[in-house]
């Protein structure tokens, strides 16, 4: 049983941050140059491998927590390969013990920074169909604008990897400000209300079960 103990997003923000439009503007004419850190360059070769192997669709579940979603992701995709991808180790060891699924479908689940790991992907050529992130961290105060995916210098990157890409979060701020960073990018896409009898991730249960609601953008890129 979830307990409904979820906090609402606590921000100084009234709307769309006042500075978006210069942000994003700025990092779509620029280009990232940041190092690859080792650790994630080596996480993705061995997973690229497995890619680069595979013979059929591959989805990405960017900010995947403790994989719940991405085992939920194999269900619902089961022809695909899901790349499950998080920087934290301490949410992928959870993984095993309480959300492993084994009944059907295939995925993997990887420790990576996803600054360096879609630029990897981009330049592996890698053309995912499905590009799912759902509930990412939302760094609700305004001057935290740039940690944000689409105030931050690899947002161009998620737009070049292509596929169906799917947002979720219970900010509904943080959507609207992604769907006005794709018009930016010549994108554009509708921002709608999100209910389902079914919850696919952790937080997305405990959000519902404390009352509050999901925003979502699905655009094809």
């Known amino acids: ?11 100084n923000q009234q709307g769309l941050h006042e500075k978006l439009d210069e942000i994003v503007t700025k990092h779509l004419q620029a280009e990232f140059k940041k190092p690859i850190a080792a650790h994630t360059q080596r996480a993705f070769d061995e997973v690229n491998e497995r890619v680069q192997a595979f ?21 619902l995709h089961p022809d695909a390969l899901i790349i499950g991808i998080d920087k934290s ?19 993997i689940l990887v420790q990576a920074d996803l600054n360096d790991f879609w630029r990897l992907a981009l330049a592996a050529n890698w053309q995912p169909t ?24 690899v947002f161009p990157y998620i737009i070049k990897l292509g596929g169906q890409l799917e947002l979720r979060s219970n900010w509904d701020i943080y959507v609207k400000e992604f769907a006005r960073a794709l018009a930016l990018s010549g994108i554009s896409t509708q ?3 999100y209910e389902s009898d079914e919850a696919i991730t952790p937080f997305e249960r405990k959000y519902w079960a404390s009352g509050q609601s999901s925003t979502r953008l699905v655009v094809k890129l």
Do not use: F
């Open 1 to 11: 049983m979830t307990e409904a103990n979820s906090r609402s997003i606590t921000t």
């Open 55 to 75: 013979d059929g669709p591959v989805i990405l579940d960017s900010c995947c927590g403790v994989g719940e979603s991405t085992a939920n992701l194999a269900k």
């Open 89 to 107: 180790s301490h949410r992928l060891e959870k993984h095993d013990v309480e959300y492993k699924q084994a009944e059907q479908g295939q995925y």
């Open 130 to 153: 499905h590009h799912y992130l759902l509930y990412p961290n939302p760094w609700p105060k305004a001057k935290h604008i740039q940690r944000r995916w689409h105030g931050s210098a």
């Open 191 to 193: 921002v709608e209300a």
